[in-house]
């Protein structure tokens, strides 16, 4: 079965006793790993003890693929439950997990780790239509599910942190769950502890200083290549982040809260606002030297075309859900049809 947004919260602190085996799937890398780590918890206290965890990686039961069964039936010598956790799995390993689901061994909580896996992915429709299975997508964390992550956060560091702040550090984050928690565990450090009762407040100056030059450097060029049309520089960079391993989806998205920031500020200069004056009154407002090339952005991309680029984008994240298209090159594709359309001159309206 696939769980509903509202029901993995719950499930993540007290897993159905009757699931047998756990999809953790979706191009957040670091949310996949947090609540796999979260199940595990649930059955074994400890993750490091050799006793109670068992590790696969899903090549190794290719040749042995009785291996599976053998693990969730196995019996830990210390006692206690056992956790068998499957490492990259995908498509290949629907024949074997369907043959696990039809006559379970032992009582086992069998973990799967997968990336993103489309809609026709077998091993997704497997668990989605078994009963004794459940399906976790993991996206990347945005709007007020990434506020959320990150008062969490903070909170647990004896932390708050101001409106503008906190809209900052959503427009950076959210691409990958453990690279957001990393980035404001080191906002925490640079902050320093607050006074017991009185927790310290995080301004949009700490959250710049801290986390501004590392944390999205990368994404942030990338939308800057792309608004300016220089579509080999936004390549090289899109290149470079796949090669991290970064999500096509979390690019598309990346790209598309900054579009709606110059769709904001392109809206107000249509009332009479320059647009030194439309960006200065952007939530949080641009870091003083990316201020100047968006100032050149907004003489290049007019209202409609903006909302234009928004469709596109849009419509790309949906064809990388749904069509089963490589969603690299979609993305590819995506960015190039921007970079073009940067290139043209504004249409003069008599």
């Known amino acids: 079965m696939k769980l509903a947004g509202n029901r993995v919260e719950g499930f993540l602190r007290n897993p159905d006793a009757a699931a047998k085996a756990v999809l953790v799937y979706g191009p957040d890398a670091g949310l996949v790993k947090e609540r796999l780590d979260r199940l595990a918890r649930t059955v074994v206290a400890d993750l490091a003890d050799p006793f109670r965890i068992a590790d696969l990686p899903a090549s190794s039961l290719k040749d042995d693929p009785a291996r599976l069964a053998d693990e969730a039936a196995a019996l830990s010598l210390t006692g206690g439950r056992r956790v068998v956790r499957l490492r990259d799995a995908g498509d290949a390993m629907a024949g074997v997990l369907q043959s696990f689901l039809s006559h379970p061994m032992g009582d086992a909580l069998l973990l799967i780790e997968a990336g993103e896996l489309g809609p026709r992915s077998s091993l997704r429709k497997l668990v989605e239509g078994a009963d004794n299975a459940v399906a976790l997508p993991c996206y990347a964390d945005e709007g007020g599910g990434l506020e959320a992550v990150i008062h969490e956060t903070l909170r647990g560091h004896g932390l708050t942190a101001e409106p503008d ?165 979609i993305c590819g594709r995506t960015l190039m049809q921007l970079a073009r359309a940067a290139g043209r001159k504004p249409t003069t309206r008599r």
């Open 165 to 329: 702040a906190v809209a900052w550090l959503a427009d950076h984050l959210g691409g990958d769950r453990l690279l957001t928690r990393s980035e404001l565990d080191k906002l925490a450090v640079y902050m320093g502890p607050g006074e017991p009762g009185r927790p310290r407040r995080v301004q949009l100056e700490d959250a710049a200083a801290c986390i501004g030059d590392t944390a999205s450097l990368s994404m942030d060029d990338l939308a800057m290549a792309t608004a300016d049309g220089d579509h080999p520089a936004a390549q090289r960079i899109l290149d470079r982040l796949f090669h991290e391993g970064v999500s096509p989806v979390a690019v598309l998205r990346s790209l598309m809260r900054y579009f709606q920031r110059l769709h904001l500020a392109a809206g107000t200069m249509t009332a009479g606002k320059s647009a030194e004056q439309a960006l200065a009154g952007l939530k949080p407002p641009p870091h003083f030297r990316a201020a100047p090339r968006m100032q050149g952005q907004l003489r290049r991309w007019p209202l409609d075309r903006l909302a234009t680029a928004l469709d596109l984008l849009v419509a790309a994240e949906i064809d990388s859900k749904s069509t089963g298209m490589p969603a690299q090159e």
